[in-house]
C-alpha cells in the first residue's frame, strides 16, 4: 500500500508524504441486527462462521439470546458467540466574552443528547460545577434550579431537586462519594448550562471474543449446557477479554429493583444486571476481568466498595460479600485459560490474514443512543459498538450485514408504529414461534418498517441485507409494510428521537398480494412465487443497499 497526499476537487489538501509500504490487513465482516433484536442473527453467522477464523462478540451481555439449529439440535447462546459451534473457529475554550463569535450561527446540538443537570454535577462539598465560571454566559433558559445539597459528616447525604417547568420532585440518596472537580475550558468536558458539548454518550462495550460483560455464572452454566447439546473442544477455542466488566449477581437484583421502583413506567429489561453494570463502567467504579486475576486483595476491596455503594442505594439488596469473595475466588482460576488481551490478538490476526466476523448483539433500534430510548439497551449494538468493543479503527471493518426479519418484532416495552394488535399479529407470534430466548417472553409483532429500517441504514451503513422468516408469511393472502411515518399528515423525512413521539406517528401504509404457499423447501430465488420475489424486489427498492441481498427461511438453509 503506498500513502499519498490528499486531493479534494484536483486540490493537493496536505503535502506529499513519503510513502510507506504497509501490510495488508483483512477486513471484518460485521453481522447486526437492523430492527428491534431476534432478525435471525445467529443463524446467519453460524452460515458465515464456515468461512472465517475468527468470531467475536463486541457488546452487550447475556441479555442477548440467540438459537441455532444444527442437525436438529438446537444450541442456546446468550454469552457465547454462536460462531463457537463451529470447530474451525477464535468532542470552546471559555466562552463568547474571551473571543468566541458567532457560535449560534454554527452551534449544532443533537436531540439525541443527554442532558446534564445540576444535581448530576453536585460535589461532595456542597457545590454544583455548573456554578464554576465554565460557561455561565452562554443562554439558558432550559430549566430553573433549585434546591441543594445537605451534609453530615462532610458528606452528600440527600440532593433535593425541583425542577419548573415541567413539575417534578426527584430525591435521591447518596453517600460518601470522593470529590472531583472540572477543568475550566477542557475540550471534550464543557457543558452549556445542561447540554454537553461532547455528545458522545458512549455506553460502549468491551472486547470480548464473546463475553463484553462477563456474568461468569452464567457463561460456565452456558457452556455446560450446549457442551451436553454435543459442543466440544470449546476449551481450545473461547478467548475471553481481560477488559471485560463483570456482572455480578448483585448487578441482577439491582436491575430488578430499578424496574419495580419504575412501576409501569418500567421499560420491560431482562433483568440480567447489563443496564447496572454499564453504570458501574462509566461512573469507574466497575470490576474488570483484569482486576479478578490481578492482586485478588484489591479485587476483594473492589467489591466491598462497588457492593456498598448499591447497599445503600437499594437498603433491601442481599449481598453475602464473604461467599461472593469465595466464590469468585474460585472463578478467578477456572477463567484464567481464557483470558487473553484480545485487542492485540484480534490485530494478529488480521495482519496475518486471517479471516474476522463480528456477531453483534441485540439491534440498532435498541442502540443506547440511536435506538428508541430509553426502551433500548445499555449498550452500542450499531456499527460504533464493533471500534469501541474490539479496539478497532473503522478501516478494518468491510462489509457489514444488515438482517432483516421479513415482518417486524418486538420484546418488552416501547414504541412500535406498525404493531398488530389482531388476529394477524397472533398469526405471526405463532407461525413465528416469536417468543424470546432469554426472557421467554412473548415477542410482540407488526408489519414490515422501511422507515425505520432505512434509519439503520444511515447509521449503520449496510453493504448487504439477510431477508429472514420470509416464509413466515406463506399464508397471508396480502402483506402490509409501512413506507413512511407522518405527523398531522405530513411525511417524516427523519427518524424521532423522541420516544413518545414515535409512539404517535401516523403510519402510511403499501399493500402487497401474498403468495399463499409454503416456500419453506425452497432453495433456489429464481423458483420462489412471484408474489414473494416482488415482495423482496420492492424492500430492495426501498431501501437501496447497495450490495447483493440475501434472503434466508428457516431451518439454517440459505433460500
Avoid at 508524504?17 to 430492527?35: C, E, M, Y
Avoid at 463457537?84 to 473457529?89: G, L, Q
Avoid at 492482586?295 to 455503594?309: M, N, P, R, Y
Wanted: aromatic share 8%.
Amino acid at each position: 500500500m503506498v500513502e499519498r497526499a490528499v486531493e479534494m476537487n484536483g486540490q493537493v489538501l496536505g503535502s506529499p508524504r513519503k510513502r510507506v509500504k504497509r501490510d495488508p490487513v483483512s477486513k471484518v465482516t460485521v453481522v447486526l441486527g437492523a430492527q428491534w433484536g431476534d432478525e435471525g442473527k445467529g443463524k446467519v453467522v453460524d452460515m458465515l462462521a464456515t468461512e472465517v477464523d475468527v468470531v467475536c462478540r463486541c457488546q452487550g451481555g447475556n441479555n442477548a439470546g440467540h438459537t441455532v439449529v444444527v442437525d436438529r439440535t438446537e444450541y442456546d447462546f446468550h454469552l457465547l458467540p454462536s460462531g463457537i459451534i463451529n470447530p474451525k473457529c477464535k468532542s470552546l475554550e471559555k466562552n463568547e466574552a474571551k473571543g468566541l463569535a458567532n457560535w449560534e450561527d454554527r452551534l449544532l446540538i443533537s436531540d439525541r443528547a443527554h442532558i446534564v443537570f445540576d444535581f448530576h454535577q453536585v460535589c461532595s462539598n456542597g457545590h454544583f460545577l455548573g456554578s464554576f465560571e465554565d460557561f455561565h454566559l452562554l443562554p439558558n433558559g432550559a430549566y430553573q434550579k433549585r434546591g441543594g445539597a445537605f451534609h453530615k459528616n462532610n458528606k452528600i447525604n440527600r440532593i433535593s431537586v425541583n425542577l419548573d417547568p415541567p413539575r417534578w420532585r426527584t430525591r435521591l440518596q447518596r453517600t460518601g462519594r470522593s470529590r472531583f472537580e472540572s477543568r475550566s475550558g477542557e475540550l471534550g468536558g464543557g457543558f452549556l448550562n445542561g447540554f454537553p458539548l461532547s455528545l458522545h454518550a458512549n455506553a460502549g462495550s468491551l472486547p470480548l471474543f464473546n463475553l463484553p460483560n462477563s456474568y461468569l455464572p452464567g457463561l460456565f452454566d452456558e457452556l455446560e449446557k450446549n457442551e451436553a447439546k454435543g459442543l466440544a473442544n470449546w476449551e481450545d477455542r473461547l478467548l475471553i477479554s481481560d477488559r471485560a466488566h463483570i456482572v455480578f449477581d448483585f448487578h441482577q437484583q439491582v436491575d430488578g429493583l430499578q424496574e419495580l421502583e419504575k412501576g409501569q413506567k418500567s421499560l420491560g429489561t431482562t433483568k440480567k444486571g447489563i443496564g447496572p453494570t454499564y453504570s458501574s463502567k462509566a461512573t469507574r467504579n466497575g470490576i474488570r476481568v483484569a482486576d479478578l486475576l490481578g492482586d485478588f486483595d484489591q479485587f476483594i476491596e473492589k467489591f466491598q466498595s462497588l457492593a456498598s455503594v448499591y447497599q445503600r442505594m437499594f437498603p433491601d439488596l442481599q449481598v453475602n460479600v464473604e461467599a461472593e469473595i469465595v466464590r469468585y475466588k474460585a472463578y478467578a482460576e477456572r477463567v484464567r485459560p481464557y483470558v487473553v488481551d484480545t485487542v492485540s490478538y484480534l490485530h494478529s490476526a488480521l495482519k496475518k490474514g486471517q479471516s474476522v466476523l463480528v456477531e453483534g448483539a441485540n439491534a440498532a433500534m435498541l442502540d443506547i443512543d440511536f435506538g428508541t430510548y430509553p426502551y433500548v439497551t445499555s449498550s452500542n449494538c450499531s456499527i460504533g459498538g464493533v471500534c469501541t468493543g474490539l479496539g478497532l479503527p473503522p478501516c478494518h471493518i468491510g462489509e457489514v450485514i444488515g438482517v432483516v426479519k421479513a415482518y417486524t418484532t418486538r420484546v418488552g416495552d416501547g414504541p412500535f408504529p406498525s404493531e398488530l394488535k389482531d388476529e394477524v399479529g397472533e398469526l405471526l407470534q405463532t407461525r413465528g414461534s416469536e417468543v424470546g430466548v432469554t426472557t421467554k417472553r412473548k415477542r410482540r409483532c407488526g408489519w414490515l418498517d422501511i422507515p425505520l429500517l432505512q434509519y439503520t441504514a444511515l447509521v449503520n451503513g449496510y453493504s448487504a441485507l439477510c431477508l429472514t422468516k420470509l416464509d413466515i408469511l406463506d399464508t397471508l393472502s396480502e402483506i402490509k409494510m409501512v413506507v413512511a411515518y407522518k405527523k398531522k399528515g405530513k411525511v417524516l423525512d427523519y427518524f424521532p428521537a423522541n420516544a413518545a413521539e414515535v409512539g404517535r406517528v401516523e403510519v402510511e401504509y403499501e399493500t402487497l398480494p401474498g403468495w399463499n404457499s409454503n416456500i419453506e423447501n425452497i432453495r433456489e430465488y429464481d423458483k420462489l412465487p412471484e408474489c414473494a420475489r416482488k415482495y423482496v424486489e420492492r424492500i430492495e427498492d426501498l431501501l437501496q443497499i447497495p450490495g447483493e441481498s440475501r434472503t434466508f427461511s428457516s431451518g439454517g438453509v440459505e433460500t
